[in-house]
């Protein structure tokens, strides 16, 4: 078995970090990149990335293109592209995307659906 390495996320390239003292309930809809360090709550909806930091809280389903977790999430997550889950993660709920990446040491209980790479 070959142990999944992922690159740190290049935060010049992120238009928005919602910092750690912040805590959002609500639909939370977006056009570009944006990493969360603190409590979201409600749905997130989005086209673009989602970065989720190690002391993030969510608790939100999740409808992005690529999904990046470090921290904690329970709810729902479908990816039009890929969803990373990192060694430090703890995610619970399940997962829809064409590509799932799941590096040693992560929590994860759910159902994972991987539909492939669109031709």
Do not use: W
């Amino acid at each position: 078995m070959t142990d999944v390495q992922f690159s740190p996320v290049d935060e010049d390239v992120l238009d928005t970090i919602l910092g750690d003292d912040v805590d959002f309930n609500g639909t939370l809809v977006f056009k570009h990149p944006l990493m969360i360090r603190g409590r979201v709550g409600g749905r997130i909806d989005t086209t673009s990335d989602l970065y989720i930091d190690e002391k993030a809280i969510i608790e939100a389903d999740i409808a992005a293109h690529d999904v990046s977790i470090r921290g904690r999430v329970q709810g729902n997550i479908k990816a039009s592209g890929r969803v990373e889950l990192h060694a430090c993660c703890h995610v619970d709920g399940d997962i829809t995307a064409e590509e799932v990446s799941m590096e040693s040491g992560c929590f994860y209980r759910g159902a994972c659906t991987m539909t492939g790479k669109k031709t």
